[in-house]
């Protein structure tokens, strides 16, 4: 049935940048909620390792930008992590996505190999892994866990309107790919032009976008029959 229907025809996948960071703090609780309240079908939300390999949900290394006080992920332990900021862990992500029937997009900026154990153990135990997808701007993180887990859907992000998308996917097994064009134009849409959907859908990639909040854009992305628009303003999509 999905083969029958026009991509501008299929409802396009609403997921909450950071949460529903427009109205809650980036990558908390509260920003989740707001998601749930606000319609997203999954959130996108950060993931670091800590210097014990927990895995949690920022997207800075530094704590000062979104906490306002010192310290570094990568250097600090879960339980000194948590003595100083009140950092999500990724346990703690799964069971409120569970409670609140949200997918789980993970944009996953740092990934040890002990962490990454830890990450696949938490969905396995919650049967979770057909409601997350595993992106990162990193090519090598997500060519290697299609490799540990080729059951795990993948997305590459990047951020040049001149990389060949397929090329990308190929290389690193990636399901999805998800241009970062947002500052590029006033009209970003516009750069994804008939040649690149047609080579992207040709090959089964899903497209997911940028994080857009500009009405105008959010229409256009419609239409073209994207597989899912991240934005800080769940409403709006």
Same mark, same amino acid.
């Given at each position: 049935?999905?083969?029958?229907?026009?991509?501008?025809?299929?409802?396009?996948?609403?997921?909450?940048?950071?949460?529903?960071?427009? *109205?809650?703090?980036?990558?908390?609780?509260?920003?989740?909620?707001?998601?749930?309240?606000?319609?997203?079908?999954?959130?996108?939300?950060?993931?670091?390792?800590?210097?014990?390999?927990?895995?949690?949900?920022?997207?800075?290394?530094?704590?000062?930008?979104?906490?306002?006080?010192?310290?570094?992920?990568?250097?600090?332990?879960?339980?000194?992590?948590?003595?100083?900021?009140?950092?999500?862990?990724?346990?703690?992500? *799964?069971?409120?996505?569970?409670?609140?029937?949200?997918?789980?997009?993970?944009?996953?900026?740092?990934?040890?190999?002990?962490?990454?154990?830890?990450?696949?153990?938490?969905?396995?135990?919650?049967?979770?892994?057909?409601?997350?997808?595993?992106?990162?701007?990193?090519?090598? *993180?997500?060519?290697?866990?299609?490799?540990?887990?080729?059951?795990?859907?993948?997305?590459?992000?990047?951020?040049? !309107?001149?990389?060949?998308?397929?090329?990308?996917?190929?290389?690193?097994?990636?399901?999805? *790919?998800?241009?970062?064009?947002?500052?590029?134009?006033?009209?970003?849409? !516009?750069?994804?032009?008939?040649?690149?959907?047609?080579?992207?859908?040709?090959?089964?990639?899903?497209?997911? !976008?940028?994080?857009?909040?500009?009405?105008?854009?959010?229409?256009?992305?419609?239409?073209?029959?994207?597989?899912?628009?991240?934005?800080?303003?769940?409403?709006?999509?």
């Amino acid at each position: 049935l999905d083969r029958t229907i026009p991509h501008h025809a299929r409802r396009v996948l609403c997921i909450a940048h950071r949460g529903a960071s427009a *109205v809650a703090p980036e990558n908390s609780a509260e920003a989740i909620q707001k998601a749930a309240e606000l319609g997203a079908d999954l959130v996108e939300v950060d993931l670091r390792s800590t210097a014990d390999d927990a895995p949690v949900i920022a997207h800075d290394d530094s704590l000062k930008r979104v906490y306002g006080v010192d310290g570094l992920i990568s250097e600090l332990s879960l339980a000194e992590l948590q003595a100083r900021a009140p950092v999500m862990t990724f346990a703690d992500l *799964v069971a409120q996505c569970l409670a609140l029937q949200l997918g789980i997009y993970l944009d996953i900026k740092t990934l040890s190999v002990a962490a990454a154990q830890r990450l696949f153990a938490t969905v396995d135990a919650h049967r979770f892994g057909a409601f997350v997808v595993f992106a990162s701007f990193r090519p090598d *993180v997500i060519a290697e866990i299609k490799a540990a887990r080729p059951d795990f859907e993948t997305s590459i992000l990047y951020g040049s !309107t001149h990389i060949d998308p397929v090329a990308l996917a190929r290389a690193t097994r990636a399901d999805y *790919v998800h241009p970062c064009w947002e500052s590029h134009s006033d009209q970003p849409h !516009t750069l994804m032009t008939e040649a690149w959907l047609d080579a992207a859908r040709s090959t089964g990639l899903g497209i997911i !976008t940028w994080h857009e909040e500009r009405p105008p854009v959010i229409a256009g992305l419609k239409r073209l029959g994207v597989t899912g628009i991240c934005t800080d303003m769940p409403n709006l999509v």
